[in-house]
């Protein structure tokens, strides 16, 4: 059985940060794309950053700057350093993973996802 945990989540101010992992099991790890997902209360949820397998990342225009996606293949374990913390980064993250997917845009293309941690950030 497949499972991704997140952790991390929490509450802090803007200009904080947070660092989000994602540990993960029953899966060959290193052979798949791993992602970030947000979704804000009311907001269809989006694509933060996603690592390729062999270890090139993409964000989403909103984190650009802010935001580093990273993977150990060792640990199994997908992270997003959140630096610089604004309101709007406020939501529930979601890791997720896919075999072959890549692109930010159709979160129902991936196949495996985590429960959430939620991020909150005051102003």
């Known amino acids: 059985e497949v499972q991704l945990v997140e952790s991390g989540g929490g509450s802090v101010q803007a200009g904080g940060f947070l660092r989000l992992s994602c540990s993960t099991s029953?899966?060959?790890?290193?052979?798949?794309?791993m992602a970030w997902f947000r979704q804000a209360p009311g907001k269809e949820r989006e694509g933060v950053a996603v690592?390729?397998?062999?270890?090139?990342?993409y964000y989403a225009d909103p984190v650009k700057g802010r935001f580093t996606i990273s993977r150990d293949n060792v640990k199994n374990t997908s992270y997003l350093q959140m630096n610089n913390l604004k309101p709007e980064d406020t939501a529930m993250y979601y890791c997720?993973?896919?075999?072959?997917?890549?692109?930010?845009?159709?979160?129902?293309?991936?196949?495996?996802w985590g429960r959430g941690t939620q991020v909150t950030v005051s102003s």
């Open positions: 690592i390729s397998s062999g270890g090139t990342s």
């Open positions: 029953g899966l060959k790890f290193s052979q798949f794309q």
């Open positions: 997720a993973s896919d075999r072959n997917q890549l692109d930010l845009e159709f979160p129902e293309s991936y196949t495996y």
